[in-house]
């Protein structure tokens, strides 16, 4: 004979009858305060029965606590855009399955100015929000948002928080993530950067050979915008000598230095591996070769402002009587960040990260 197991919400059906017939049975001069009591008991056990619907449903049963804080909050500039990234929470049984203690990030901005980190009433504000399942690369363990509502030359501070299903907030993350988007040269329609091209001094092409960066950040929609005649003005120029390719910094007002290679795994040079321009180490006789695949930090004096800019730049590719590079140019003065990574379509395939 098959034993049959009684259904717990039938049990607790019956032990609710079994409790308000006791109570009939409670007389004298404190029953009437005892049936309340049994009267408040058995309210208490309908709502559990009610909120618990199922295993899953434990939201109704027990009262999430708010999420853990978003770690390793990190940003990448780009042209008039910010790419936000920072690590995934993982919850046991850390499958990468829905878990209710973390379902989406809200990210929050600010204008920053320096200095005002220090401020603890600094307002953020809310500008988006990633699901637990978008925007998220396993292989870095990494989720990132792209801030398109941003400008070329302004300074903005980031926060991200995690949100559980029932709405809790996480403390916002505690890293200090200020960025300043700049002009770099443009993505094509892969979001690879679209490199241009720069001519030797001594071929037939020199009015082609030199580069200034300003015009470049000024105009970043035009391709040629930054390629100049020398003769007009420069901040770098191109020589081949030998076969050799150097690069000539304007002896007056840019100096120049090679920060090395930076590719990745299949020889592509990594623009964003350089993001902060260093004070010392400068060339000091403003002529460096150009080698493919690495990436040069360059100093510029603005003649007529008297402003410190910096910029960079990485070559793509050596050519015959001319050279193939990306650059990025740091519109606002004194600022060092060159913060800068080509990315894909933010939908389905993951932005390039920065190497620190």
């Given at each position: 004979?098959?034993?049959?197991?009684?259904?717990?919400?039938?049990?607790?059906?019956?032990?609710?009858?079994?409790?308000?017939?006791?109570?009939?049975?409670?007389?004298?001069?404190?029953?009437?305060?005892?049936?309340?009591?049994?009267?408040?008991?058995?309210?208490?056990?309908?709502?559990?029965?009610?909120?618990?619907?199922?295993?899953?449903?434990?939201?109704?049963?027990?009262?999430?606590?708010?999420?853990?804080?978003?770690?390793?909050?990190?940003?990448?500039?780009?042209?008039?855009?910010?790419?936000?990234?920072?690590?995934?929470?993982?919850?046991?049984?850390?499958?990468?399955?829905?878990?209710?203690?973390?379902?989406?990030?809200?990210?929050?901005?600010?204008?920053?100015?320096?200095?005002?980190?220090?401020?603890?009433?600094?307002?953020?504000?809310?500008?988006?929000?990633?699901?637990?399942?978008?925007?998220?690369?396993?292989?870095?363990g990494l989720h990132w948002f792209v801030d398109a509502?941003?400008?070329?030359?302004?300074?903005?501070?980031?926060?991200?928080?995690?949100?559980?299903?029932?709405?809790?907030?996480?403390?916002?993350?505690?890293?200090?993530?200020?960025?300043?988007?700049?002009?770099?040269?443009?993505?094509?329609?892969?979001?690879?950067?679209?490199?241009?091209?720069?001519?030797?001094?001594?071929?037939?092409?020199?009015?082609?050979?030199?580069?200034?960066?300003?015009?470049?950040?000024?105009?970043?929609?035009?391709?040629?915008?930054?390629?100049?005649?020398?003769?007009?003005?420069?901040?770098?120029?191109?020589?081949?000598?030998?076969?050799?390719?150097?690069?000539?910094?304007?002896?007056?007002?840019?100096?120049?230095?090679?920060?090395?290679?930076?590719?990745?795994?299949?020889?592509?040079?990594?623009?964003?591996?350089?993001?902060?321009?260093?004070?010392?180490?400068?060339?000091?006789?403003?002529?460096?070769?150009?080698?493919?695949?690495?990436?040069?930090?360059?100093?510029?004096?603005?003649?007529i402002s008297d402003e410190l800019h910096y910029a960079?730049?990485?070559?793509?590719?050596?050519?015959?009587?001319?050279?193939?590079?990306?650059?990025?140019?740091?519109?606002?003065?004194?600022?060092?960040?060159?913060?800068?990574?080509?990315?894909?379509?933010?939908?389905?395939?993951?932005?390039?990260?920065?190497?620190?």
């Amino acid at each position: 004979m098959m034993n049959k197991v009684m259904d717990p919400r039938m049990a607790n059906e019956l032990q609710l009858k079994s409790a308000l017939s006791g109570a009939d049975l409670v007389s004298g001069p404190g029953a009437r305060y005892t049936r309340r009591l049994l009267v408040a008991v058995v309210l208490v056990l309908l709502v559990a029965l009610v909120g618990c619907e199922s295993d899953e449903d434990c939201i109704n049963c027990v009262e999430l606590p708010p999420p853990v804080v978003p770690t390793g909050v990190h940003s990448i500039s780009g042209n008039n855009e910010v790419i936000v990234e920072w690590f995934d929470i993982a919850y046991a049984p850390y499958n990468d399955s829905y878990n209710e203690n973390v379902v989406t990030y809200y990210i929050y901005s600010r204008f920053y100015e320096f200095g005002d980190e220090f401020d603890p009433n600094r307002e953020f504000f809310y500008i988006g929000e990633v699901a637990w399942d978008e925007n998220y690369d396993p292989g870095s363990g990494l989720h990132w948002f792209v801030d398109a509502d941003v400008e070329n030359g302004e300074q903005y501070e980031y926060a991200v928080a995690a949100v559980n299903v029932a709405g809790a907030q996480s403390a916002l993350s505690f890293e200090f993530v200020a960025d300043a988007p700049l002009p770099m040269s443009p993505l094509n329609s892969q979001g690879w950067f679209t490199p241009v091209r720069v001519y030797d001094s001594n071929g037939p092409s020199s009015a082609q050979s030199g580069f200034d960066f300003r015009l470049a950040g000024t105009n970043p929609n035009l391709l040629t915008a930054g390629v100049v005649n020398p003769a007009n003005g420069y901040h770098i120029r191109i020589s081949f000598e030998a076969g050799i390719a150097y690069a000539y910094a304007e002896g007056i007002s840019t100096r120049i230095q090679d920060f090395g290679v930076f590719t990745n795994g299949d020889g592509n040079l990594v623009f964003e591996g350089v993001s902060w321009a260093p004070v010392d180490g400068y060339s000091r006789t403003g002529k460096l070769e150009l080698v493919p695949g690495h990436v040069y930090v360059v100093e510029i004096i603005d003649p007529i402002s008297d402003e410190l800019h910096y910029a960079k730049f990485g070559i793509d590719a050596l050519n015959n009587g001319s050279v193939d590079m990306i650059w990025a140019y740091q519109l606002i003065p004194g600022l060092p960040e060159l913060k800068a990574g080509g990315r894909k379509d933010p939908t389905d395939i993951k932005p390039q990260l920065i190497k620190m």
